[in-house]
DNA sequence: TTGTAAGCGTTATCAA
DNA sequence: TTGATAACGCTTACAA
């Protein structure tokens, strides 16, 4: 391995002067400096990231914590997050698994995004006390070296429930996530804050789990108390795809006998026949937004918690009630 | 920041001891090194990464570098990976992008495991020079610190043609990956193998790109020549769904008029209907062995090339051709 | 069994 | 403008 000690011996100066040219200071003469950097490049170096890592106290380098690598959210979170690491100058990283919490308390990266309910709080809030920069996009957390960036669940969920209620739905199930995830929390209190404040709705909580399986499990309930047409609001979308796939079986049709929407609009949704009603925000930009505030943080500047606005995306899975007369 | 410099002070002990005894060594009394680590505990001392690598000139880090982080096939590889590498004390990271490519050379990484076309084989092999350990999972490069875990294209694409051809069916079309993709070239080239033995069969060939996009595309030229019922092999599963939604909207059918194939399994097809006839392999081996022999290369034992077996799943994307006689 | 000290490859302070 | 040197936090050969 070629360090900066083999350059200066071969251009005939100190190892200062090497690394000031390596790293363009103008306290070394053009000269002296492209030489330098020639032999550099003839001798093949490459810089010691640990050696200058020790020494800089800084890796330069973003992580993201991820439940684990399925999932079809992440995709352009992560791109949107990797976007703006790079063009600040970090790299961003992707790691799963309680083994890889040592990064951030080792100092292996400057900073961390979670998203994983795995990822206990009080972990978190241990490693914020010890200084280490953090965001969190699952989570309400309180710290001056966390910030929370948000979807705006509350908003989704009542304008999901609002859509059904506007189109006459009368009886409507609602497909939570697992009881510890706060998307779903949030979005289950929504929805009962909207429904408690309508009269001739009857409603029904079916606990989920966030993915397919949930979303199988919850038709097979409904197609068995089938009487006559009843909407449906799955809390994300992966479950009103398991949903729709265990529906399609039966003789019942979605946006006929069941009026289903969702919440995230994942790109699988676009496949589904028919097209299926949901609540929709930029992944994209959830990402970019999450980077930037743990950039920030990391730069020592004061940011506050950020909110991701969200819109609702209208389907065929929703139809119109028939009417009925109380 | 506390060191080991600090716990020595407080321990009254040097701090060679002190590692020795955070390290587990049997050098040190079982009284002063429990003594050692209390204080250690009570400290709140964690190990700095940088130093330990610094010195060690290793980070016990595996990583992955991708295209994107879209793409449904990364999933089980992914976690097949982590779980393999956590299983023998190695951390695994994903990384997406020509920035991230310095995390080798700079040896942020004790290796890397590649799936990435974008990422140049002559860069690789620059860095295979260096003695950076490589396992690449999308291209045949032959170098000491290289080794290679691919699918068995041949018999995957060999399956599927067979598989066509048995069933009667006499016009092909093969929707092709991306001209620079080595999968797509090993496929392609398996298909014409097979085709090239076979009389009273036609196929046409259309360029593809591994998206979604590239099936809705082949979609549109094939209903616009549609005359009588043809099959199509879509040389990957992704293609075979946008090929799938963009013929729904027509009053061909898929496993009637058109009768389909891809190749991956991905876990998308199994919303499909009819229900997708494709090539499968576990792609959760797949990484489990790419993390598997890049430890090996890392620890300096000679490993031999590996090949994932491929297996079809038949589907009723494809159906028996209508008899003719010639 | 414990301590001393060198060294990993950088950056950065201070002198020259 | 350049050089000597300390320091970052750790591991480890060697000495005590």
Redesign the pocket.
Known sequence: ????????KK?????????????G?????D???SRILAIAQEMN????A???T????ETKILGVFLTDFKGDVYGDLLDGMKELANAQGYDLIVCSGKQSHRMLPERAIDGAIILDQAFASEELLEYADRNHKIVVLDRELKHKNINQVLLDNKAGATLATEYLLDRGHKKIYIVSGPSGSFDSNQRMKAVKQTLDRVDHVEWIEIEGDFKKSGGEKAAERIIKEYKEPVAVFCLNDEMAVGLCNRVTDTGLAIGEHIHLIGFDNIELTRYLQPRLATIDYSKRKWGALAAEQLIKLIAGETVENERIYVTLVEGESVGHATKKVY
């Open positions: 391995m070629v360090s900066i000690k083999d350059i200066a251009a005939g100066v100190s190892i200062s002067t090497v690394s000031y040219a390596l790293n200071s103008s306290k070394v003469t000269e002296t400096s170096y490459i810089p010691n640990a050696a200058r020790l020494k800089k106290r």
